[in-house]
């Protein structure tokens, strides 16, 4: 597996290189020290696994994250941060993010993200669980299952445009129909786009499938 780890703090890098390399015979292919060149070594080079913290110089974590998975959806990347509260949680995961992991984790937890994730769901640390789930028993969220612990992701207004977008409406027919003006249904539709990452009508249509908002 090749990594690349993206972090401000070289004590950091250096130590999680000896655990990586004492705990999981893995090696760090490369380092960068702040999120404009993480996305850009993720531009060049192949790597499977980013391992990002989210406050960093030039581009932060998030940002980061969006880009590099807007590049490419195959590098799973996954967050370790001292970060904690839901706010930034839920925008790391909007942007893509395929786990969270605590700075302080020990290696069982690591061991625990980097399987969880390459199966291709989505990894909080224990201790973020109850953010999302109200057992507090599940910590693989699958990422559609994600979407249904955030509050309010689609409003009302947005999922009776979204119905109408999937039935086929033109803007205009939807403005038509909803008493609203055009630029307010593009700008209803461009909102969904940013906060769910979806790239294009047809993935919102999919979107709405899949959840049942249609």
């Known amino acids: 597996m090749r990594l690349l780890i993206a972090d401000d703090h070289q004590l950091f890098i250096s130590g ?8 999981f015979d893995m090696e760090i292919h490369d380092q960068a020290l702040n999120g404009r060149q993480a996305i850009d070594k993720c531009r060049t080079e192949t790597f499977d696994l980013v391992l990002m913290d989210i406050n960093m110089p030039v581009i932060d974590g998030i940002e980061a994250t969006r880009e590099i998975k807007k590049n490419n959806k195959n590098i799973k990347i996954l967050i370790v941060s001292m970060l904690s509260d839901f706010d930034t949680v839920s925008k790391v995961l909007k942007a893509g993010a395929d786990g969270f ?6 290696s069982t937890e690591f061991i625990k993200a980097f399987q969880t994730i390459q199966q291709g769901n989505i990894y909080l640390s224990d201790s973020l669980s109850t953010l999302f789930s109200k057992d507090n028993k599940d910590k693989t969220l699958n990422r ?3 979407i249904k612990f955030t509050e309010n992701i689609v409003t009302p207004r947005e999922k009776s445009i979204l119905k109408l977008i999937a039935e086929g409406f033109t803007n205009q027919q939807i ?3 909803l008493t609203i003006s055009v630029k307010t249904v593009d700008t209803h539709r461009n909102n969904m786009l940013a906060k769910l990452n979806l790239p294009n009508t047809a993935a919102l249509v999919r979107f709405a499938i899949d959840n049942k908002l249609v």
């Not at 992991?101 to 020990?106: F, G, Q, S």
């Open 16 to 23: 999680l290189k000896l655990i990586l390399k004492d705990q």
């Open 175 to 177: 403005a038509d129909t």
């Open 101 to 106: 992991l605590i700075k302080n984790a020990d």
């Open 144 to 146: 559609k299952e994600y």
